[in-house]
């Protein structure tokens, strides 16, 4: 995240930027096309974008794909504790937040003369506290669990970017989730592949290995065009002053009259493991979906399609959290026979962090993606069983 300080100065517009997983920038850019939004730059992981404040509350409550959205306020470069600390204070606080009020600094720092993160963090904060004690008397308190406003710093080659918090919880929080099986895809990054596929909407969707569900619970949200965020009570733009409840309700009323109530696609999710199951079902029932989606107990070896046509995407266990490495290996050969022989004519995407597991498939992509689950690289890759 570096702006130029340019562009800080010179639109009219509040600008925001909205971080994704690595490898889903363009489906987020287009997305928040759709939104009405205007991406004007972007990252390795996240979109610039001009809007109002009322905009931005739409993207935080409609974005499938955003992990969170800031607002880029100071762009400098400093080399002593005593620049930063300066830069900081020049800027104005006490607009986003009052003295009663929490706040939590966030530093990353690469490649820069203030190496330690903590320090740039505590100065940072050191700068806002002693600002707000200047202009009235008190000043707010840290809360790193749940503060009212979130400053973001990063630091790049002695360049400062800062920028405050508008989404709280990160968006991939949908609120749907309370329980997960061991290795759970994060819901944007589940909803991104989805949106990877070129899925249409309409076509059966079959995950052999289902987990707590996010896939197809993604894929149901998205076909009832229900908003992401439409479960949650709270997101950090709301403890943020002059915080417009008259927009907010215009936009979450705008999401709500979206909603689609019925539909004739069912989706179907299969995993050998009954207690991971329960929870899906749990999670598609918190979600308004469960419906729509069939979750059964099965094993990749013995699993028929439930249609006659359709498309399987899923993220099979790959070593990296979960099983060990021969064990899997079987998973996959067997995984991979199941897709011979039954589904003959189905379009097959498969999210995998391990290359020599994909190996094992013996199956030939015609796509592939790189995504990054966290902190691992993925291959999320296309195979047209024909
Ligand atoms: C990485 S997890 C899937 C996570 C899921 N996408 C989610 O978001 O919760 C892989 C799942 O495969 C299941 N699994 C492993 N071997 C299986 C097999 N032979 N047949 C069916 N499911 C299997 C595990 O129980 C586990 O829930």
Redesign the pocket.
Known sequence: MVVTQSRMKGMGMPQFFASCPKGLVEPLEAELKDLGMQPYDRSQNGVFFDTNWEGCYKVNLNSRFASRILKPILSFPAYQAEELYNNIKKHDFTKYIDAHQTIKVDASVKESMLKDQRFVAMKVKDAIVDQFREKTGERPSVDNERPDLTVYVKVYKNRFSVAIDTSGDSLFMRGYRLE??????KENL?AGLLQLTGWDMKTPIVD????????LIEAMMMALHIAPGSMRKRFGFMRLKGFDQEAWDRVLNEALDAEVETTDLHLYG????RR?LMKAIENAKRAGVNEFIQFKK????TLVPPVEKGIVIT???YGAR?GDEDNLRD?YR?FSHTLKTQFKGWDVWILSGNKDLIGDLKLKASRKHFVYNGSIECRFLRYEMR
């Open positions: 997960a099986g061991e290795a759970p895809l589940a052999p290995m289902c987990g707590s569900g996010t896939i299969y995993d050998n493991d991971v099965g094993n990749v070896v993220n099979p266990p979960l998973v067997d």
